[in-house]
């Protein structure tokens, strides 16, 4: 039973230890230093602990199992959390074949801030729409855009920071 315990206790500490690890580099990524480094602080004590466990006991294999599995589902809880907690902005840019079908004003009155730039693909026109906004309202802009202008080209990249434009006023 001790041997059971031990590993479940190996197991689940390292997913608990790699998930902060994953969002300590995320959350240092975007700018929250000081959240990072307490994260860092008990990921860290987590970590010796279980390594000090395993390490003492490397004639008991189901130990280090348990430690590697563990660091594996680590990495994809911790991936979960994250895409749960959708930190931060990002920028989409819509590329679009027609602008005369009222998108960019669908997407505006959304609350969406659009910025329209025109362009020569290889087909022609094209128009792209920059619009920055919170990673938790992706989906919402994908929905809009499946219904109004399926044949969108999106990419999504990443904002670390940005200063001024038009944003959405949080509801309290």
Same mark, same amino acid.
């Given at each position: 039973? /001790?041997?059971?315990? @031990?590993?479940?206790? =190996?197991? !689940?500490?390292?997913?608990?230890? #790699? ?11 975007? +700018?929250?230093?000081?959240? &990072?480094?307490?994260? +860092?602080? !008990? ?5 010796? =602990?279980?390594? +000090?466990?395993? #390490? $003492? ?18 990495? !994809?809880?911790?991936?979960?959390? %994250? ?9 989409? @840019? ?7 079908? $009222? ?5 505006? /009155? ?6 329209? !730039? %025109? +362009? %020569?693909?290889? /087909? ?15 989906? &919402? ?7 109004? %202008?399926?044949?969108?080209? #999106?990419?999504?990249? /990443? ?8 944003? @959405?006023?949080?509801?309290?």
């Amino acid at each position: 039973m /001790d041997v059971l315990f @031990q590993t479940l206790f =190996i197991f !689940f500490a390292r997913i608990v230890d #790699v998930s902060m690890g994953t969002l300590r580099m995320i959350l240092l990524v975007k +700018g929250y230093r000081r959240i &990072a480094a307490c994260i +860092g602080f !008990f990921e860290v004590m987590i970590y010796i =602990i279980i390594l +000090g466990k395993v #390490v $003492g006991s490397l004639n008991n294999p189901i130990y280090i199992v348990a430690y590697c599995a563990g660091y594996a589902s680590g990495n !994809f809880v911790g991936s979960k959390i %994250e895409e749960r907690l959708s930190i931060g902005r990002l920028i989409a @840019q819509i590329i679009i074949k027609d602008i005369s079908n $009222g998108i960019v004003e669908k997407l505006r /009155d959304s609350g969406y801030g659009v910025t329209v !730039f %025109e +362009g %020569e693909g290889r /087909d022609g026109k094209r128009y792209m729409l920059n619009v920055i906004l919170e990673r938790k309202k992706i989906k &919402a802009l994908y929905t809009l855009l499946d219904k109004n %202008e399926s044949s969108a080209f #999106v990419t999504t990249m /990443d904002i670390r920071s940005s200063l001024g434009g038009y944003f @959405q006023p949080k509801k309290m």
